[in-house]
């Protein structure tokens, strides 16, 4: 129980400080559990990463929960996804019950400015990391620059998926581990068939409720997105068009934007303007119902995954990929996380400075968001 509880404190910290989007959220992760409190290793975090690049569903949130899984079992994965995305959820469903109230402040617009910068220099300090890690060979250097070659031309989920299963063909072929080992392929059963059977029978009978709906139409959304964060739109979009208006919708994506913690929770915010009776309720099964698919996929596949890891053609295939979300990272450095973060020479040098207190300084993240909460306030104002 010691244990669970350090978990969620320790996700629940990250979930008020994790600003920038699934990018970001993958070097916050590294800092905070691979350097800082060392529950596991960089290569038993890159096969979390790789994993979840594969698999559909909210991307850091999948490794996240994947983190806490591996330290204390599925109470620990719950106690992971709860403490992440508690901070964001109800900063949401504040805005959701306080609608327009502050968004055209212009200290408001100043504080997003702020945040913006400080994911620009999370996502860098985490490239930098990482490419160290994974970016040691000339060919995983080649996979690296050419993923973000491609993806900067060739933006979009489908370009992203051709280039990691090229990455992986690539490493499968050219990059294997120099040893083999040879584990027990353990895929648990229960949840993937959960997964299916909630997938093909919720749709049947969701017209028995609204509530029902509701948990049966952010299920299939959670279920169909590959990439996360910004993909997820379009679909909660389409579920939501006839529940919701079109302005309350952007307002909320918005919203969504600016605070902290997975995109994902935006269901949050929907769920709240979809259920009329039971608003509060709607917003907690609309989250519930988006996030479950993924989390049920990684609890059928990750022990799997980490055996069928350490053999010679597998370890270089996820060398391939791991360069290739380096490559990804940087192509996410540059749109959206930079283009929509700096527009003046004043933003880019305290980018700078943001960054040399992180990288060189080691100031703790939580020092630089309350940083950049008030210069933005300050300085970067509307």
Not at 220 to 234: I, K, N, R, Y
Not at 245 to 251: A, G, K, R, V, Y
């Amino acid at each position: 129980m010691i244990k669970t509880l350090e978990i969620f404190w320790q996700f629940f910290l990250l979930g008020w400080t994790s600003f920038g989007g699934p990018a970001a959220h993958i070097g916050y992760f590294r800092h905070a559990f691979v350097e800082r409190l060392q529950w596991l290793s960089d290569e038993q975090y890159s096969q979390l990463v790789a994993l979840s690049q594969f698999l559909p569903g909210p991307g850091s949130s999948q490794v996240g929960f994947a983190i806490g899984y591996r330290r204390a079992g599925l109470l620990g994965g719950c106690a992971a996804f709860v403490g992440f995305t508690l901070p964001s959820f109800a900063i949401l469903l504040a805005v959701a019950m306080s609608s327009h109230a502050f968004f055209d402040a212009s200290w408001y617009q100043g504080v997003i400015a702020g945040l913006k910068l400080l994911a620009v220099v999370v996502v860098a300090d985490a490239i930098i990391q990482m490419y160290r890690s994974f970016c040691q060979r000339s060919l995983t250097v080649a996979l690296c620059v050419f993923s973000a070659a491609i993806l900067l031309i060739v933006p979009g989920v489908l370009a992203q998926m051709a280039v990691l299963v090229l990455a992986a063909g690539i490493g499968w072929r050219w990059l294997p581990a120099p040893t083999d080992k040879h584990e027990n392929c353990r895929i648990k059963v229960w949840p993937l068939v959960l997964f299916g059977g909630l997938l093909l029978l919720l749709p049947l009978v969701a017209g028995e409720g609204p509530l029902l709906t509701l948990f049966s139409d952010f299920y299939q959304a959670g279920s169909m997105v590959f990439g996360g964060g910004h993909v997820v739109l379009p679909l909660l979009q389409n579920t939501t068009k006839d529940l919701i208006s079109t302005d309350t919708f952007l307002t909320g994506y918005a919203a969504a934007q600016a605070i902290p913690g997975p995109m994902f929770t935006l269901s949050a915010y929907l769920g709240y303007f979809a259920s009329d009776t039971m608003p509060v309720l709607g917003a907690v099964l609309a989250t519930v119902a988006i996030f479950l698919p993924g989390f049920l996929l990684v609890i059928g596949m990750l022990h799997a995954w980490q055996a069928v890891a350490g053999r010679a053609r597998v370890a270089g295939a996820i060398s391939g990929i791991n360069a290739s979300v380096v490559g990804l990272l940087v192509a996410a450095m540059y749109s959206p996380v930079f283009v929509s973060a700096v527009h003046t020479s004043l933003e880019f040098a305290m980018a700078l400075i943001g960054f040399y207190l992180l990288r060189v300084r080691c100031w703790p993240v939580y020092w630089l968001v309350g940083l950049a909460i008030v210069l933005g306030a300050l300085v970067l104002k509307a």
